[in-house]
């Protein structure tokens, strides 16, 4: 786990224990999902949604007008229904033909013009998701929607290291997300062990590069903001995070096979960039991971602050006509989550929880674009082709997901962004789909084509389930350790009854905590030796 100042330590602190917070600023998170409360409420957890079909949900964002659309004499040609419909009113052309009125239906629509507005989004759109996530589910929130309308700001991409305060931080998505991720670790940490690790990539031109690898460019400083180390292999962890300095690149540069380390679960598949030393993995369960990216240690907020400022000096950015600061790359956050059951809480909770790994995806996806309106050239305007390519690519599996009633070839392996976003569109997620748009009447066409996109998504059908499987390895050092803990107990015993009554008193015991143990590697299907 990474080491935070002492700052951001307290932070943590406050919201220990009940895992709520006192003061409740724009920002803050009312009632944090808690840890299973009892063996009871855990097994029907287990029971009601270890397995289940969900659909992908939307949630349409408008932001205000820009200064430079006001300068055009644009006008707000949207309207936001509460609490769910969009529509645009008829208008005619420069050639006479008249454009129909559109309204459209999602599960929320907001103005951005607010932290109040952020705030509902997030209660009521993308905290299901983290709850999903704490309980052993995959969750993805995903920002979609035309060069600068607002996606980045919306989900946070940007934001900086004050942004992540617990008590008046940014409520931009990222930064809320992680805020509300470890008040649960706080509160859950008496019922599990819990270990968070975060990697931050970028698909440029259809090839990945690792935000936090340390030959990437800066940007703006030529010095990393994290100390990071590769382990052999392919298989590349982080050391420790500091929140509080920058601290020296490490005397050797990473070096990391495209082809990746092996794992307890096998490769079928590997498709990656040599250049960059990572690749999109499809495990023998069929889960996708990016394999050869470096995972951060996460202890506290400063921790995911660093790897978003880390992330943020050298991710591929622009100005052109239409957006100062725009992202010429998609942008994925992926925090993955390991919860152990801790001896002491394990024989309450059933075995289908006591392990739980989760991983959350948060996307800004670099937006669709027109060269004749951004006025891009040479390689600004590659970067737009790539951007639009891939998007397209988006489009062509959400209508491949929803189009009639049997499941046709879905051209996942198309580009890069819908390979690595295929667990997140029709496989194992919890997916949001925030539809970023302009309220200009200028970009009516791009608002219209965004909201088809995202009334298609809201179709897609995710097989989520429970991720609660060990490897074999895991499972037996796991029981080991349940049986060493057991032990333990029957030792603390013996010396507490004394030597008049230790031969029955150890004798029942050992047979209880025998008992006990042979349940569990029973359960496990695994002999412990």
């Keep these: 786990m990474g080491a935070c100042s002492s700052k ?13 917070i006192l003061v409740r600023p724009a920002g803050s998170i009312s009632s944090p999902i808690k840890s299973f409360g009892s063996a009871a409420d855990a097994a029907g957890f287990a029971a009601v949604v270890s397995e289940s079909e969900v659909a992908v949900k939307v949630a349409v964002v408008a932001r205000p007008l820009l200064p430079f659309e006001i300068e055009k004499g644009a006008a707000n040609h949207v309207q936001l229904l509460p609490p769910n419909k969009v529509a645009l ?25 607010s932290s109040a507005a952020s705030a509902a989004l997030n209660e009521e759109m993308v905290r299901p998701v983290l709850d999903g996530f704490c309980k052993g589910f995959n969750g993805t929130v995903l920002a979609y929607g035309q060069t600068g309308s607002g996606k980045t700001y919306t989900m946070g991409t940007a934001a900086g290291r004050s942004d992540f305060s617990s008590r ?49 460019t800066p940007s703006s400083s030529s010095t990393s903001l994290l100390g990071l180390r590769g382990t052999a292999g392919g298989s590349v962890a982080a050391a420790a995070v500091s929140g509080s300095s ?6 050797t540069p990473r070096s990391v096979s495209s082809e990746g380390g092996g794992s307890a679960f096998g490769s079928t598949l590997s498709e990656g960039s040599a250049a960059a030393g990572v690749s999109i993995r499809e495990t023998g369960k069929g889960e996708i991971v990016l394999e050869g990216a470096i995972e951060a240690a996460i202890s506290c907020l400063e921790d ?30 992926v925090i993955s989550m390991e919860q152990r059951a801790l001896p002491s809480a394990a024989r309450a909770l059933p075995a289908e929880l006591r392990y739980l790994r989760s991983k959350l995806h948060l996307v800004d996806l670099a937006g669709s674009e027109r060269a004749k309106e951004t006025g891009t050239t040479g390689a600004r305007f590659a970067e ?4 639009n390519r891939g998007l397209l690519e988006l489009g062509n599996v959400i209508n491949a997901l929803t ?127």
């Design 89 to 113: 009113p008829a208008r005619g052309s420069s050639t006479g033909v008249n454009d129909g009125a559109y309204e459209f239906q999602f599960n929320r629509a907001f103005h951005a013009a």
């Design 403 to 529: 189009e009639g009633t049997v499941r046709r070839h879905i051209p996942y392996r198309n580009s890069k962004l819908t390979r690595l976003l295929q667990d997140s569109l029709g496989g194992n997620s919890e997916t949001l789909f925030i539809a970023c748009i302009s309220p200009a009447d200028l970009n009516r066409d791009h608002s219209i084509s965004t909201l088809r996109y995202a009334s298609r998504a809201m179709a897609i059908k995710n097989s989520l389930k429970l991720n609660n499987q060990m490897s074999a390895e895991e499972e037996v050092a796991y029981l080991r350790q349940l049986v060493g803990e057991l032990q333990e107990e029957n030792d603390k015993l013996k010396r507490l009854l004394g030597p008049g009554s230790s031969t029955a008193a150890a004798a029942g015991s050992n047979t209880a905590a025998g008992g006990t143990a042979a349940a569990k590697a029973s359960k496990s299907r695994i002999s412990v030796t």
């Design 304 to 333: 995911l602050a660093a790897v978003l400022e880390q992330g943020n000096a050298v991710r591929a950015t622009a100005s052109h006509k239409m957006n100062q600061s725009s992202s010429r790359s998609h942008a994925i956050l």
């Design 246 to 251: 920058a601290l020296q690149q490490p005397s």
């Design 168 to 216: 008046s931080g940014s409520t931009a998505v990222i930064p809320w997300a992680c805020r509300y991720v470890l008040q649960y670790v706080a509160a859950a940490r008496s019922k599990y062990d819990i270990s968070i690790k975060a990697s931050l990539v970028e698909i440029y031109n259809e090839t990945i590069q690792d935000l936090l690898s340390p030959n990437m």
């Design 8 to 20: 951001g330590t307290q932070a943590l602190q406050a919201v220990d224990g009940d895992c709520h």
């Design 384 to 387: 737009g082709v790539s951007i």
